[in-house]
């Protein structure tokens, strides 16, 4: 009940392109679903959060989309850009007071030129 | 201006040669996690405080040790560190009850064995 599960493992989109990475989690606690993206070398940085209580977020060419029967969420690059290419990682947890979250294994991403 | 600092970026030690990685934070959060990165996997949670309570996760070996002597710093100890505790340390902090439930990371530091 503690898994998210992340796909796919590796994504190549060509510039202009729209990246989809998905991810699926078990627990119905789960109440907090962030998506980090981490450049090589460095710390991951949050990119986009979601909450069950709508079913989709937009920030500029980011945005999730949310299946709360479905257990689902996605994470939808608009125009992808090679300054994009970056593993991203989905996140799920129950929020509130300790705010531990559970890791996809993450999806690198390389946008062609 | 950073706001959860990792020092040092990048660490050499030897085979069972004891090793310290520090964090500190500007944010006054009062939760602070330690995870273990390995080349191309998620974030392993180690451990964290919430407060002052440490919490270890099950799965996390005892040569694992940690300190927070204040809110702002937190200490990972590597008491005799093997091959595979290679791997880049993320420390990152959370605010319990505040606006967001946004854990904030630092750079990492990268650990070398010899």
Redesign the interface.
Known sequence: QQQVKQSPQSLIVQKGGISIINCAYENTAFDYFPWYQQFPGKGPALLIAIRPDVSEKKEGRFTISFNKSAKQFSLHIMDSQPGDSATYFCAAGPGGSQGNLIFGKGTKLSVKP | DAM?I?NPRYQVTQFGKPVTLSCSQTLNHN?MYWYQQKS????K?LF?Y?DKDF?NEADTPDNFQSRRPNTSFCFLDIRSPGLGDAAMY?C?T?M??GS?????????T?LTVL
């Not at chain 2, 191309?40 to 974030?43: H, I």
């Not at chain 2, 967001?100 to 990371?105: G, K, N």
């Open positions: 959860v990792q939760v191309s996997q998620a974030p949670l964290h919430y919490n993320l990152a959370h319990s009850g967001t439930d946004t854990q904030y990371f630092g750079p990492g990268r």
